[in-house]
């Protein structure tokens, strides 16, 4: 039988030391527990140490700490690890180590699967199950921050929402997770370091805009055309360019940040003059710069990475704008970890 008890990681530090309270106990008894909760990574109220037997047994007897698990882990020759993790409902998702010279990234998952249907990504195949609660994705941080402590001396640097799903589908928990990752009392990372990518929602681009958050915002573009997206992205038939345009002008009104957008060149979709046009004017709208991804196959042959003469052709025609351009090469390959990949092939 499904357990009736209440997942103690959904409630806040107040509500916390409130169940003390009403238990005849301290509320500080509530901080210690939390710290157990959200920096010491506890998976039972036994693991507390600090903790009476009584209250322990208290807690057990209300409460259960759900919480994931690495159920399996590979590493790429570039160094690369991709995680299966598994969700306390068995479900899994997966989440990737990113090793630079310098750095760390932790791309993280938001959701189940996925509830759009971009022609050219995994996970898209995937129906979408269910989003994950912000201690699921606070989790997977958490479970790379180790990794990369392990495994390359340094604490994680980086944090980027390009896992399997859409993250401002899953916008309110997202915003809990990154509030936890930021604060000094759970993982204490920069805003700064950590950067959302959205296929383009435009409705919760501006709602983040009024939320004031501070991380960086990346957008996947891979077209500025209308009938193009839309026979690659199919939801760009409901939320068009010119609406995602308009979310992104005020984003850019109110944060004054830069955005990036995400674009992958594909033989016979995007290679052409025309495309290349389009995303320069695209471009001038709101300061941006483009970060042009390698494909990462998936299986069929619909989609093929474009020549490099036509990679070229981009590149000139942003810089002669003086639109800056990035060339991201993909890493993790190897193991179906790159971008587009995720999709629980394990
Ligand atoms: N839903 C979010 C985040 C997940 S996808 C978003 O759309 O931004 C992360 C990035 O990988 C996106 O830019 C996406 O367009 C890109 N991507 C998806 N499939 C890919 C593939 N097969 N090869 C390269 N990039 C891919």
């Not at 322990?56 to 007897?61: C, H, P, W, Y």
């Not at 957008?261 to 320069?280: P, Q, S």
Request: glycine residues 4%; aromatic residues 8%; charged residues 30%.
């Amino acid at each position: 039988m499904k357990s009736q008890k209440k997942d103690i990681r959904s409630l806040t530090k107040e509500q916390l030391r409130d169940v003390f309270v009403a238990n005849g106990d301290k509320a500080f008894r509530g901080n210690q527990v939390y710290e157990w909760l959200w920096n010491k990574g506890a998976h039972s109220f036994d693991d507390m140490t600090n903790i009476s037997k009584a209250t322990r047994e208290m807690l057990d007897a209300n409460f259960v700490i759900n919480h994931i698990e690495v159920d399996s882990m590979q590493r790429s020759k570039d160094g690369t690890i991709k995680n299966a993790i598994k969700l306390h409902d068995g479900l899994i998702v997966e989440s990737v180590l990113i090793p630079t010279e310098k750095r760390t990234t932790a791309c993280v998952s938001s959701q189940v699967g996925c509830s759009l249907d971009c022609k050219f990504c995994a996970t898209a195949r995937l129906k979408r199950m269910r989003n994950l609660n912000p201690d699921e994705i606070y989790d997977q941080v958490l479970a790379i921050d180790q990794q990369s402590r392990l495994y390359h001396d340094h604490k994680l640097t980086n944090i980027v929402f390009m896992g399997m799903g859409e993250p401002l589908m899953n916008y309110n928990n997202v915003i809990k997770a990154i509030d936890k990752i930021t604060s000094p009392e759970g993982l204490g990372m920069s805003a700064k370091r950590i950067t959302l990518s959205t296929s383009g929602v435009p409705k919760m681009i501006k709602k983040m805009a009024d939320d004031e958050v501070k991380f960086n915002l990346a957008v996947s573009l891979h077209s500025a055309i209308d009938e193009v997206r839309t026979s690659i992205m199919p939801f760009n038939s409901t939320f068009p360019l010119k609406d995602l345009k308009e979310a992104l002008e005020y984003w850019y009104e109110k944060t004054n940040r830069k955005i990036t957008y995400e674009y992958v060149v594909w033989r016979g979709i995007n290679d052409r003059k025309e495309d290349i046009d389009a995303l320069v004017a695209f471009c001038k709208h709101v300061p941006a710069k483009v970060n042009l991804i390698e494909y990462n196959p998936i299986d069929d042959g619909e989609f093929q990475q474009a020549s490099d003469r036509a990679l070229n052709n981009y590149i000139s025609n942003l810089e002669m704008h003086d639109i800056v351009v990035n060339v991201r090469r993909s890493r993790g390959k190897d193991i179906d970890a790159a971008c587009g990949q995720l999709a629980n092939k394990s």
